[in-house]
Nanobody, 123 residues
Framework: QVQLVESGGGSVQAGGSLRLSCAVS????????MGWFRQAPGKEREGVAH???????DYPHSVKGRFTISKDHAKNTLLLQMNSLKPEDTAMYYC?????????????????WGQGTQVTVSS
């Protein structure tokens, strides 16, 4: 079992920044796929960043160049630095983890999910 607890959400004006953290505990290891997802009211969940066991990262076009995913190995924490935030970034943000299973991390069927942290961007 893996436990994930997000923090760092909040309200910010357009153009501002937030850094989300996800505390990871349990039986995960460095080879796991780790990702950040978001879901806005009335919309489907979408992935906004993922990182694999090699440190390879990927982002959708909507956030590329503005969001950065990283791992703090010393603190066993997954981070998401979000800059140049836009009102359309408003959503509940979730941290997720899954064994890679020799599959691409660019997927949404992760095994473990946090409870989410709200990000609200005002214009």
């Amino acid at each position: 079992q893996v436990q994930l607890v997000e923090s760092g959400g909040g309200s910010v004006q357009a153009g501002g920044s937030l850094r989300l953290s996800c505390a990871v505990s349990g039986s995960s290891n460095s080879s796991y796929c780790m990702g950040w997802f978001r879901q806005a009211p009335g919309k489907e969940r979408e992935g906004v960043a993922h990182i694999d066991g090699t440190g390879y990262t990927d982002y959708p076009h909507s956030v590329k160049g503005r969001f950065t995913i990283s791992k703090d190995h010393a603190k066993n924490t997954l981070l998401l630095q979000m800059n140049s935030l836009k009102p359309e970034d408003t959503a509940m943000y979730y941290c997720a983890a899954s064994p890679s299973g020799d599959r691409s991390c660019d997927r949404d069927d992760y095994d473990y999910w946090g409870q989410g942290t709200q990000v609200t961007v005002s214009s």
